[in-house]
């Protein structure tokens, strides 16, 4: 079509607002969004993209999409990019009951002012004895800094030059840390760090000694670090950053450090992120001594990292719970996976085949490790089918093979994996 007559084609605005088939969207969303998305779809007609009939068709699909559940089989347990940790069902419960009012700041036997979700420390010195108090903030790097800030500004942080990493986005440590206004004082080398390097740059300027756990990296060779109980022998405040959020060891995990066994050996002050291998919600949590986590709290700063209502429930059923989907997805062993998956493959007998495969914990920490998994193995064309499906199935594809590993898909969606699978295997088979 010329492009003269195909903007005369375009359906206009009030039209496709009074077709009925639009008549349920107009009741559910704001009148500025519904414009937009027709605005976009006009648009679409226009450059000849968009068939004029099929416009009130592509609102209606544009207002599917949203960031909605996905089902994760990546075998990448804490997947970045998926939001990280899945929630609990008690903890989804409590985000839909905290949406409403909430005595998040009240405390209802007396009818006044109450300190802020006092639960969520409780529930934390439950799980973890060995810490005094407990404050929560809005993300791992958030912890970081509050507790750095608290320790050390207008003094030095000692820091091993093997610590000195890049979380993820180009956010640098180091960077981050002069934020605080403390003053960086690297010592070791990249590969090796001993204590003699620490206690040579001890000085009445230094405010703290932070240790920090390389998360997403792994190094093998030639190398040295401090361990966490000697680090505490030499007299002055401790912070060390876990990372991932294990509140004790896992078998699993054994070069992962958690916050328990880190306090023991020393630690003034613990940090680590709520949506790793905590398995609740976006959260930076700060543990240890008591009066270092009073002065984090009593930090300016501290306000502006408060987190809201919806993370402090989140969180506080996350850490009564007695398990979480990623310590589950942990530690489900392979006869049962392999059970799921046979089951699912029986579903489209002769196109889905069960394999082992191998997952991983991905942005919870762990880096280098994989576990034993099982999962199905896929036509690769289907991957892209069903990513774009609904719900979106993500699949790992790597060497022209499509694995979709049964250790990060919930138990409780098999059913509805079945009918994505089914669906997808149905249409047209491309380049045949
Ligand atoms: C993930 C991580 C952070 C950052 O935590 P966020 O929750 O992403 O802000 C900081 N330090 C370590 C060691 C980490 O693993």
Not at 276 to 282: A, D, F, R, S
Not at 345 to 357: D, I, T
Request: glycine share 10%; charged share 20%.
């Amino acid at each position: 079509m010329p492009s003269q007559d195909r903007r005369r084609a375009v359906p206009r605005t009030d039209r496709v607002l009074a077709d009925p088939v639009l008549e349920p969207l107009a009741a559910t969303v704001h009148r500025d969004v519904l414009r937009h998305w027709i605005a976009e779809a006009q648009e679409s007609v226009r450059a000849g993209r968009l068939e004029p009939d099929e416009l009130c068709a592509a609102v209606i699909a544009r207002s599917r999409m949203s960031p909605g559940r996905v089902i994760n089989g990546t075998g990448v347990i804490v997947h970045t990019n998926l939001g990280r940790a899945p929630l609990s069902a008690s903890a989804q419960a409590a985000l839909g009951s905290a949406g409403g009012c909430t005595a998040v700041e009240l405390d209802l036997s007396t009818g006044r002012r109450g300190p802020r979700a006092p639960g969520v420390a409780e529930a934390l010195l439950a799980r973890v004895p060995s810490a005094e108090a407990a404050h929560v903030v809005g993300n791992g790097a958030a912890a970081v800094l509050l507790a750095v800030t608290a320790l050390a500004a207008g003094r030095e942080v000692i820091i091993s030059r093997g610590e000195l990493v890049e979380i993820g986005d180009g956010f640098r440590l180091p960077e981050l840390l002069e934020t605080t206004g403390a003053r960086l004082r690297e010592v070791g080398t990249t590969n090796r760090t001993r204590l003699e390097d620490y206690s040579k740059a001890l000085s009445p300027e230094t405010g703290c000694v932070l240790k920090v756990h390389p998360s997403n990296f792994h190094m093998a060779g030639f190398v040295g670090t401090v361990p966490v109980v000697e680090l505490a022998s030499i007299g002055v405040p401790l912070i060390v950053d876990v990372g991932s959020g294990l509140l004790e060891p896992h078998p699993l995990l054994p070069g992962e450090p958690d916050v328990t066994t880190t306090l023991a050996a020393g630690a003034d002050l613990v940090t680590c992120s709520g949506d790793k291998l905590l398995g609740g919600p976006q959260a930076g949590l700060i543990l240890g001594r008591a009066p270092a986590i009073e002065r984090a709290r009593r930090h300016p700063l501290a306000r502006a990292m408060r987190p809201g209502k919806l993370t402090l429930a989140a969180l506080e059923a996350t850490l009564r719970a007695p398990s979480t989907p990623v310590a589950d997805m942990l530690s489900v062993d392979t006869s049962t996976l392999r059970a799921r998956a046979e089951r699912i493959a029986a579903a489209a007998p002769g196109l889905l085949s069960v394999r082992s495969c191998r997952s991983v914990v991905g942005g919870g920490g762990a880096p280098g490790l994989t576990l034993d998994s099982v999962g199905l193995s896929l036509p690769v064309h289907l991957s892209e089918r069903l990513r774009h499906g609904d719900p979106p199935v993500l699949t790992r594809v790597s060497e022209g093979q499509c694995i979709l590993d049964l250790r990060t898909v919930a138990p409780d969606d098999d059913a509805i994996l079945v009918t994505a699978l089914v669906g997808a295997l149905d249409g047209p088979v491309p380049g045949r």
